[in-house]
């Protein structure tokens, strides 16, 4: 799986900064099992008719969610990185038509809308958060699954392995920084929350549109 290794576009940083689902490192594995059981395990609950992964990055889940014969697309405002993603689907034996180019922003109900969108990792990245909530809510047909990295615990196990110190341990592109008292606080304005994961060391949390009973 190609990564884009922390490239930046119009000053932003986008993809990941290195393979954390390939990563051979013990702690790595381990944090990453969680986030992937979580992740999973809501997926499975909504038994989705679709999925549209917002901000996609290099098309890790998509990939995935078709090899286990779920309908998947995904979007993301980088153009470098949708190019990424589409040589990983090429490379997969799947099509590269599956990825799209827009910003969260650019949302609309007509061509985005799925039975379960997904978007995990992108909220922290956003200037305008709460006009990425009401983008994610214009197209919320059914079900959204939506993470966030758990602060101050994400920078202080940043500070614990010497990473971005002169940052006071803020991973680089994070602009947001949510508790989870306070992602809950965001998400209960545009969705009905209906569970909760706290994987390590994010919050996680399973949603369902407001128009839905």
Not at 165 to 185: D, E, V
Request: proline residues 3%; hydrophobic residues 40%; charged residues 25%.
């Amino acid at each position: 799986m190609k990564t884009s290794h922390g490239e930046i576009e119009d000053g932003v940083v986008v993809g990941n900064t290195y393979d954390k689902y390939g990563s051979r490192n013990r702690i790595v594995k381990v944090i990453m099992s969680g986030y992937d059981n979580a992740l999973s395990e809501l997926v499975r609950k909504t038994k989705p008719k679709d999925i549209h992964e917002i901000g996609c990055g290099e098309g890790y889940w998509v990939l995935r969610w078709h090899q286990e014969n779920i309908k998947a697309r995904g979007s993301d405002f980088s153009r470098k990185v949708i190019n990424i993603a589409r040589t990983n689907a090429v490379e997969s034996g799947i099509s590269d038509l599956l990825f799209e180019q827009f910003s969260i922003y650019d949302l609309i109900h007509d061509r985005d809308s799925a039975d379960l969108i997904v978007c995990c990792e992108v909220l922290e990245h956003l200037e305008d958060p709460e006009a990425g909530m009401a983008a994610l809510q214009r197209i919320a047909k059914n079900y959204i699954i939506l993470s966030v990295p758990r602060e101050p615990l994400w920078r202080i196990l940043n500070l614990a392995r010497g990473k971005y110190i002169a940052h006071l341990g803020n991973t680089p592109g994070h602009m947001q920084h949510w508790s989870k008292k306070s992602f809950l606080c965001l998400v209960n304005k545009y969705f009905n929350v209906l569970e909760v994961k706290n994987p390590l060391p994010w919050t996680m949390v399973l949603c369902r549109a407001k128009h839905i009973v």
